[in-house]
């Protein structure tokens, strides 16, 4: 039984989120390798090459697979999965995108957001925003899963697998690819910082979220996130998104600033090892999840803390 | 252009979820079901293009039990023209729900599919990426802006790090994010004027297509709870706690 995992990164730099799906693939089998496709990411395929355990690195380039047309992505694993029982796949909004289609094109389902292997045939993964685990056997020939990379450990560096590479499938044509606006930022990933500060409603702008938010997650090295209702008020960008239908985050600290803590929102960071809350309502649902409380406006609050910070 | 609107009956987004006791599944006995959310911005989504005058008919379909007629409603109110109910009461999966929705699509023959991301009971994010796959229309999932001209979608879509713009030809599939817009109120008139709109009732026979589960669900269990935490006095307590739990 051999395991595909398809590589998440930033078309540069390999996501520490390929190192977690990896050790779910190995809780399948012992044979695992890893597809990076892009263009101009021979850097990339050379870094999964030294994932431990990692059997060969297949390399696909195009620029369609550069733009992650999802069409081109799936055409590519498909014509791939002849040769593996199972397709791992994390579960960014990138591998969300192409994942359904590879598990149509083999006519299988689509195991979502497993958070753990159980055996070869079963899996468990969250539903109603985390509040249910659902655990789920198949008896499918092929296996195609996204994996919540946040219940997984990075597997380790060490290896020295071969690149090999992979012809580019034909380019979809009903699909064009006209642009994209990043978010260039020095802060680390969101998905892999140590440290999260999120903001919510309270901070009442943009502006505010800046000043406010920033310079603590500066202070501390951390990633800064959002609550759906900063987002949708534009105070931060959607990528910043942390919930059950945005990202899904579990650093070792995570401090919520003027966020109430919707169920939409626990759903993203509950999982977190250590949760502070800052919120001047003491009947904020977060605190019932929060290892500590801070019961206050963050308008004090929060100077007071980078004081402390010294 | 005619545009089709698939729309989920869920447990309302405000609902407590409690697992069953027997660990075989979620219990929604007496408790409000709601539209996917998803779902009600793509009716909205679509009905702003029939104001503007690109579309001219919008098609609302559920698959689901009975009561899912009142989400084919809800989608009249908002305004889609006429509804589909294809009546079941197995829990179809979303590959099953694809080949059912292809069928339907190769009935109506739309110019478009909007559809939600998401379902916000089993969170799969797979319907509208499988429909375009079977279909063999280009897909722009995860859609914050829709611009309709020229027998083309412009889509903004909300990807890992920020936007990205793509241009599909149609038919295509859309699906939808939180930020494509704000969906209506529903009005009176609105309300009694839905429930005069047409409103098809069907089987899943009637589109010939096995919807019998493939994945065996074993148990479904409550999330391991976090233990209560503290409150602490001031900031100063916060970072001296922190810093002796070992995260600062
Ligand atoms: C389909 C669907 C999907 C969703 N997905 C997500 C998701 O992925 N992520 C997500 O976050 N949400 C999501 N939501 C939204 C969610 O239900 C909540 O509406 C949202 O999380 C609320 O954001 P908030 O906590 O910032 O705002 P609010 O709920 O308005 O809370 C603001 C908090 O700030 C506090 N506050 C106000 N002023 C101050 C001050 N000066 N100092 C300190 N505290 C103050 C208030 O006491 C309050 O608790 C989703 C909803 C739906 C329906
Ligand atoms: N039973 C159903 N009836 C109608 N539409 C559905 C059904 N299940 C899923 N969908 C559509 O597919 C989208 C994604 O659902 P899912 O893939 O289950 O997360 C939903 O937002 C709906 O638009």
């Known amino acids: 039984m051999a395991v595909l995992v398809i590589a998440d990164h930033d078309g540069a730099h390999l ?18 390798d890893v ?12 870094a999964a090459a030294k994932i431990d355990g990692v059997r060969k690195v297949l390399l696909s380039q195009s620029a369609g697979l550069k733009a992650e047309i999802a069409e081109d992505v799936a055409a590519l694993i498909n014509g791939l999965a002849g040769g593996y029982d199972a397709v791992a796949i994390p579960a960014s909004a990138s591998g969300k995108n192409f994942a359904p289609r590879v598990a149509a094109l083999l006519d299988v389902s689509l195991l979502s957001d497993v958070i753990e292997v159980v055996d070869a045939n079963t899996f468990v993964r969250p539903i109603y925003a ?62 892999a910082a140590k440290i999260v500060v999120s903001g919510g409603r309270a901070l009442g702008s943009a502006e505010e979220f800046k000043a406010v938010i920033d310079p603590l997650a500066d202070k501390l090295g951390a990633a800064v996130g959002a609550s759906r209702a900063a987002v949708d008020a534009g105070y931060a960008p959607n990528d ?26 626990l759903a993203g960071m509950k999982d977190s090892k250590v949760i502070v809350a800052i919120n001047k309502d003491p009947e904020a649902p977060i605190f019932s999840i929060a290892d500590y409380g801070l019961v206050e406006d963050y308008k004090t609050a929060i100077p007071a803390l980078m004081g402390a910070l010294g | 252009m005619k545009i089709l609107v698939p729309v989920k009956r869920v447990l309302d987004y ?79 999966e979303p590959l099953a729900v694809a080949k059912l929705l292809k069928a339907v699509v190769e009935q109506e ?42 027998g083309e979608a412009q889509v903004t879509r909300e990807v890992d790090g920020g936007l990205q713009t793509l241009v599909v030809k149609l038919p295509a599939v859309v699906t939808t994010d939180l930020r494509l817009n704000e969906p209506r109120y529903a ?24 919807v019998t589960p493939r994945l065996k669900v074993v148990r479904v269990t409550e999330p391991p709870k976090r233990g209560a935490g503290v409150k602490v006095k001031d900031a100063a307590e916060l970072v001296a706690s922190l810093k002796s739990a070992g995260v600062l």
């Not at chain 1, 597809?35 to 050379?46: E, I, P, R």
């Not at chain 2, 679509?46 to 809800?74: F, N």
């Open chain 2, 109 to 150: 023959n739309p110019d478009l599919v909007i559809m939600g991301k998401q379902a916000i009971d089993g969170d799969n994010n797979a319907t509208g990426q499988m429909l375009s796959t079977l279909l063999g229309w280009p897909q722009a999932t995860f859609a914050s802006k829709v611009v309709v001209e020229n």
């Open chain 1, 130 to 191: 985390g509040n249910a685990l659902e655990t789920v056997q198949t008896s499918e020939a092929k296996k195609v899963l996204t994996v919540r990379t946040t219940a997984f450990r990075a597997a380790g560096e060490g290896g020295s697998a071969a690149v090999e590479t992979v012809a580019a499938p034909a380019a979809a044509d009903g699909t064009r690819f006209i642009g994209e606006e990043k978010v260039v930022s020095d802060r680390p990933e969101l998905g």
């Open chain 2, 14 to 92: 405000n609902v407590k979820v409690r697992v069953k006791a027997d660990q075989s599944g979620v219990d929604l006995s007496n408790v409000k079901m709601s539209m996917n959310p998803f779902d009600e911005i793509a009716v909205e989504e679509a009905t702003r293009l029939k104001e503007k005058g690109v579309a001219t008919e919008i098609v609302a379909v559920s698959i689901g039990p009975a009561q899912a007629k009142d989400t084919i409603i809800t989608a009249l109110t908002i305004g889609a023209d006429r509804g589909i109910l294809i009546q079941t009461d197995v829990d179809v």
């Open chain 1, 35 to 46: 597809l990076v496709y892009g263009d101009g990411a021979q850097g990339v395929a050379d």
């Open chain 1, 240 to 265: 910043y998104q942390v919930g059950q239908t945005g990202k899904v985050v579990a650093p070792g600290l995570y401090i919520a600033v003027g966020i109430s803590g919707a169920i939409q929102h």
């Open chain 2, 187 to 210: 009005s009176l008139p609105n309300i009694m004027k839905a429930k005069k709109k047409p409103l098809d009732m069907k089987t899943v026979a009637d589109y010939g297509v096995d």
């Open chain 1, 15 to 32: 996501r520490d989120t390929t190192h977690k799906t990896v050790t779910a693939a190995k809780a399948l089998s012992g044979e695992v």
